[in-house]
């Protein structure tokens, strides 16, 4: 039995925010996509919920920053941490230029349902879900497409250019014959959720302590929480049972004693196994990979969806008008891994430097010198405006250009397709 075969301008693997947003872009400009997303929702718990001011302004340019706004979210003007006790305001967001000067803290499930809400009024965006691409079709080695498993069984989506945006673990990476080189890392994640309690502090990032790294991520009435462990140490930890990791996120954070007690059963308990890892190419003809599927990044500094989000953008910016005349240039597929990759290798040396210093708070040792408080209070005002900066904007921001004539809206009522 023959599979079902479709032609479009570009297929995307993977349904995150480097996917939704690059399947928009390409829409709003005429052009016919297809996302293919292989779970049947966007609801996963633990994934990167930060969208950054030059995501926000982003959303500016799109027409789209209001909509956004009144969804269920935290904005956030300051980030404060506490290190062995005393609290330091690292980043101050007022400094930036308004009306972007706040970070949100949106569930990514909600930020996904937004954006497949406004991509499918275009005609020309197609969102797939449970459809999960399995291979490449390749021809007189170029990539031409991608071979996929959905609910009606196989199918092909044939494409001038194919992109991965399906992550870490990304299939179509492996099957273009694209190895990342592996840079190592000291420390893993676990990730719980645990609800506020009665008079809670100020919003604060992370507590840090001699004991261990707890980040509480405000998600209104509960913290999605997470403590950074020794690389490997998960195995050791869980057979020391519940109760010394519970008496591990008080030490660091002594505010949730009260409610630290929910967690029942590891299963509440999520690893992440902390990577970061490059591409050293990223494009073969044909088809290109961009966001975790190019360079898995640290939760550090909470950047992965932001440098994923300006993938999409400088991708469209490089090669939409091409696609509209059926091609994509290798010529230009290789400029925007050199425009893209120099921010990235920045970022993740500053993340592995990062993760020297939270190695630290695995191993007992006293986290800050004790000459770095008055140091860092010295240099708040400078400190908080560069920070801010680096992190609420970035090292090189994309921004949208002015579409190609937009696609149509859909009517009222007409459906994409599922």
């Not at 982003?58 to 062995?84: A, H, I, N, Y």
């Not at 020309?124 to 079709?137: P, R």
């Not at 140490?233 to 409610?259: M, N, Q, S, W």
């Not at 986290?367 to 801010?388: G, K, Y």
Request: proline share 7%; net charge positive; with cysteine.
């Amino acid at each position: 039995m023959t599979a079902e075969t479709s032609e479009h301008d570009c297929v995307i693997a993977g349904g995150g925010p480097a996917g939704m947003v690059l399947g928009y872009l390409l829409a709003r400009a005429g052009l016919k996509v297809a996302v293919l997303e292989k779970h049947g929702d966007f609801f996963r718990d633990f994934r990167g919920d930060t969208v950054h001011p030059s995501t926000v302004t982003l959303l500016g340019e799109l027409g789209l920053r209001e909509k956004f706004l009144q969804l269920p979210l935290t904005r956030l003007s300051t980030m404060d941490v506490v290190v062995d006790g005393q609290r330091f305001t690292l980043v101050d967001f007022h400094s930036l230029r308004g009306p972007d000067n706040f970070l949100v803290l949106a569930p990514q499930w909600d930020f996904l349902n937004f954006l497949a809400g406004e991509a499918a009024a275009f005609p020309t965006f197609e969102l797939h879900m449970e459809t999960e691409a399995t291979g490449l079709i390749v021809e007189q080695d170029q990539v031409r497409g991608v071979r996929a498993t959905g609910p009606d069984g196989g199918r092909e989506f044939r494409a001038t250019l194919t992109v991965a945006a399906d992550g870490r673990a990304s299939v179509l990476r492996a099957a273009a014959g694209l190895v990342p080189d592996e840079y190592g890392v000291p420390i893993d994640v676990l990730w719980f959720g645990l609800p506020k309690p009665p008079d809670p502090p100020p919003v604060t990032l992370a507590y840090v302590s001699s004991r261990g790294m707890v980040l509480t991520i405000d998600r209104g009435d509960r913290y999605q929480s997470g403590m950074v462990i020794e690389k490997g140490g998960f195995d050791g930890l869980e057979k020391a049972g519940l109760g010394a990791l519970r008496d591990r996120i008080t030490y660091a954070a002594p505010f949730l004693k009260t409610v630290v007690g929910t967690l029942q059963d590891w299963d509440q308990v999520k690893l992440l196994s902390v990577r970061i890892n490059r591409l050293r190419r990223w494009h073969r003809p044909g088809f290109i990979a961009i966001g975790d599927a190019a360079h898995a990044m640290s939760p550090m500094f909470g950047v992965g969806v932001n440098f994923a989000i300006q993938d999409a953008v400088a991708l469209v910016n490089a090669i939409a008008g091409d696609l509209a005349a059926g091609t994509a240039p290798p010529e230009k597929l290789a400029a925007l891994q050199r425009r893209r990759e120099m921010p990235v290798k920045i970022m993740q040396r500053l993340q592995r430097a990062g993760h020297r210093v939270l190695a630290r708070a695995t191993s007992g040792s006293r986290v800050a010198p004790r000459w770095l408080p008055p140091v860092l209070r010295l240099a708040s005002p400078v400190l908080r405006r560069v920070t801010a900066r680096f992190v609420g904007v970035g090292i090189r921001p994309e921004h949208v250009e002015p579409a190609a004539p937009k696609a149509r809206r859909r009517r009222p009522g007409q459906r994409s397709l599922t």
